[in-house]
């Protein structure tokens, strides 16, 4: 084992992060479950140093709760967790949207976004959505809202938008895979692309009122996933940190 003493390396510190972030998004460590720092970097094989930094992460990332006698638990999340956490990326993205259009967007980060959903609208062309297309729409969703978080050119939204989004049922991308075992998955994705193409034309156009509201509008269709996913326990396999997720039981 390294020097408990030693500065860790930023290597092993992002190897720690990622590997235990991983166990806990992949079921690996379960909801309620303890873990100490001897534990993990024996199971990791690291020593405790770059372990305690990386559980430190996971806490303020808000996937681990910190025990009063020590150590963190895996936390869980309610249905009223991620409404929240959606509902704030939502308030986010909003803010970014009108601070888009107020500032004046850049003319080459409109044209890229224009681009962007220019391939959203060729994917959606082809038979393949729903289907294994929304293998291809993820990432492609997930650079529309990238950047759209650029054009707000705010340095600050950005830091706060990574905290928000740590959560992984609060990201942009969260409940799509979720989305494509449901026979509703075209009707919502033409919506969604409709609301991506009506807050560039309110940006272009510096309308910033209306860019804010669409963009809290479009953060409720993945409120409409989730409670979809909620009802469909297939969907709800493909998102990622699902085991983390407190389920009601079915009379409630």
């Given amino acids: 084992m390294p020097d408990e003493g030693a500065e860790p390396s930023l290597s092993q510190t992002v190897r720690a992060l990622l590997a235990?972030?991983?166990?806990?998004?992949?079921?690996?460590?379960?909801?309620?479950?303890?873990?100490?720092?001897?534990?993990?970097?024996?199971r990791i094989g690291l020593s405790r140093t770059p372990i305690r930094a990386a559980l430190m992460r996971l806490e303020e990332e808000g996937l681990l709760d910190a025990l009063p006698t020590g150590g963190y638990a895996v936390r869980a999340f309610t249905e009223g967790d991620i409404l929240d956490a959606i509902e704030i990326r939502g308030v986010l993205e909003g803010t970014?949207?009108?601070?888009?259009?107020?500032?004046?967007?850049?003319?080459?980060?409109?044209?890229?976004?224009?681009?962007?959903?220019?391939?959203?609208?060729?994917?959606?062309?082809?038979?393949?959505?729903?289907?294994?297309?929304?293998?291809?729409?993820?990432?492609?969703?997930?650079?529309?809202?990238?950047?759209?978080?650029?054009?707000?050119?705010?340095?600050t939204l950005a830091r706060q938008m990574e905290r928000a989004t740590a959560i992984p049922f609060a990201s942009p991308s969260a409940f799509v895979m979720a989305q494509s075992q449901l026979s509703e998955a075209?009707?919502?994705?033409?919506?969604?692309?409709?609301?991506?193409?009506?807050?560039?034309?309110?940006?272009?156009?510096?309308?910033?009122?209306?860019?804010?509201?669409?963009?809290?509008?479009?953060?409720?269709?993945?409120?409409?996933?989730l409670r979809l996913a909620l009802e469909n326990r297939r969907a709800l396999g493909l998102v990622k940190g699902a085991s983390l997720i407190r389920l009601r039981p079915p009379d409630s």
Avoid: W
């Fill in 20 to 42: 235990l972030r991983e166990a806990v998004l992949e079921g690996a460590l379960q909801p309620g479950e303890r873990i100490s720092e001897p534990s993990m970097a024996k």
């Fill in 96 to 155: 970014g949207a009108r601070l888009a259009a107020e500032r004046g967007a850049s003319p080459e980060l409109l044209t890229q976004a224009r681009a962007c959903l220019a391939e959203i609208d060729a994917l959606m062309a082809e038979d393949r959505l729903p289907g294994d297309g929304f293998q291809d729409y993820v990432p492609l969703n997930a650079r529309f809202h990238a950047l759209l978080l650029d054009l707000a050119q705010s340095p």
């Fill in 186 to 225: 075209r009707t919502i994705l033409t919506l969604a692309q409709e609301q991506h193409r009506a807050v560039i034309e309110a940006i272009e156009h510096r309308e910033g009122a209306r860019a804010e509201s669409l963009m809290r509008e479009h953060a409720k269709l993945a409120i409409r996933n």
